[in-house]
């Protein structure tokens, strides 16, 4: 129930769609005859989208997840396992093309190939399932796992995880099939913006020796907070992903999901 009303939830807010039915509702307002409050509404939308589209505000809201936590430097001498979340891999594609499609994220499966080669007794954790409640398609995980293996990884080092839809399950699914002791060192690989909220649901589900390994900046550093955007679609998606982490942190708060409202070092 928590992974289907939070995707209709964050559906209705996420910036971009809130902007656009915003719109929509104030030229239903107009026609209705409100027109004072439709073309509030109105200006409100194209106003708020230009914002988000040309301003650095998607890079300002982004800069504090991604600077939450950094690589460890330097690298752990040993290292038991690594565990990467899913979101690299373009499902839907994967399937109809029957082979596999890499979104934007691709970064965490990549630099998990790196890290296998870094670290070559390492057990390989890959936690992903389908996210999607409209398109069925395969996992996630089975994709991931025959890209791992293209890479001349051992198939017997993979630990393939295929059921989870979001992080709780990530962790908790994971760490059943892992199970990872006291004294271990298990480096986690996901996105820089979605870093925060992933260690404080690892801490929360009782996952020891957790090292984060963030990969896939979306933002350069502070001098980028200060330029104006040229690439609105860039700018959007960023703005929707960015606040759903936020909204994630503090709902996984509120649910018991996660150890701290703001996860750190």
């Not at 950094?70 to 690298?75: I, K, L, N, T, V």
């Not at 389908?130 to 395969?138: C, G, N, R, Y």
């Amino acid at each position: 129930m928590f992974f289907y009303a939070s995707k209709i939830f964050y559906f209705f807010v996420a910036p971009s769609h809130f902007l656009i039915l915003c719109g929509l509702a104030g030229l239903l307002a107009r026609w209705a005859g409100w027109k004072r409050i439709g073309g509030v509404l109105v200006v409100t939308s194209i106003c708020g989208m230009a914002i988000v589209a040309f301003s650095p505000i998607s890079l300002l809201v982004a800069l504090p997840l991604e600077e939450r936590f950094q690589a460890p430097d330097p690298m752990p001498d040993t290292v038991d396992g690594i565990v990467v979340l899913g979101g690299s891999v373009n499902t839907r594609i994967s399937s109809y093309r029957d082979r596999m499609t890499l979104v934007e994220s691709a970064e965490r499966i990549a630099d998990t190939a790196a890290l296998a080669r870094l670290y070559p007794d390492a057990r390989i954790v890959f936690s992903g399932g389908s996210a999607s409640i409209i398109h069925k398609s395969v996992t996630e995980a089975s994709v991931a796992r025959r890209y791992l293996e293209s890479f001349g990884i051992d198939p017997a080092r993979l630990v393939i995880e295929d059921k989870a839809r979001n992080t709780w399950e990530n962790a908790i699914l994971s760490k059943d099939l892992a199970k990872p002791t006291e004294g271990q060192t298990w480096i986690l690989v996901t996105s820089a913006f979605h870093m925060p909220r992933s260690v404080g649901v690892f801490r929360r589900a009782g996952w020891p020796g957790i090292v984060p390994f963030p990969v896939d900046y979306r933002v350069g550093g502070p001098p980028d907070t200060r330029r104006m955007r040229t690439n609105a679609g860039l700018s959007v998606k960023l703005i929707d992903l960015v606040v759903k982490e936020w909204i994630g942190l503090a709902v996984y708060r509120l649910t018991g999901r996660s150890s701290a409202l703001f996860p750190g070092p």
